[in-house]
């Protein structure tokens, strides 16, 4: 996210009018809906972890207990047990 100046952007009635409403505040002005986009869309971070678990998988079924898998990946037990129950379920 990125901050601009509202006096660089806006007309200078309609920052008039947001001034009355929000003097000298820091405003989050939220995407239009059709603009929004699914995380991980912009970097490789979704494929990155998609590829970890799909390792976690493998490991599990070649005999790794959860307290090994969470030590090995460094996760807690408990996303070590989350992430095995998601991929049997893919």
């Known amino acids: ?3 601009k100046n509202a006096e660089n ?3 200078r009635k309609l920052l008039e009018q947001v001034q009355q409403y ?6 989050y002005i939220p995407r239009k809906e059709e603009a929004k986009l699914n995380w991980g869309t912009l970097t490789s971070t979704k494929e990155a972890l998609e590829v970890r678990n799909q390792a976690i998988y493998k490991d599990y079924q070649g005999g790794l207990n959860t307290n090994e898998l969470a030590e090995k990946y460094y ?3 408990k996303s070590i047990q989350r992430i095995i129950r998601n991929m049997k379920f893919q």
């Open 9 to 11: 952007v806006l007309p």
């Open 1 to 3: 996210m990125s901050y």
């Open 75 to 77: 996760l807690s037990v």
């Open 22 to 27: 929000a003097d000298g505040e820091c405003l």
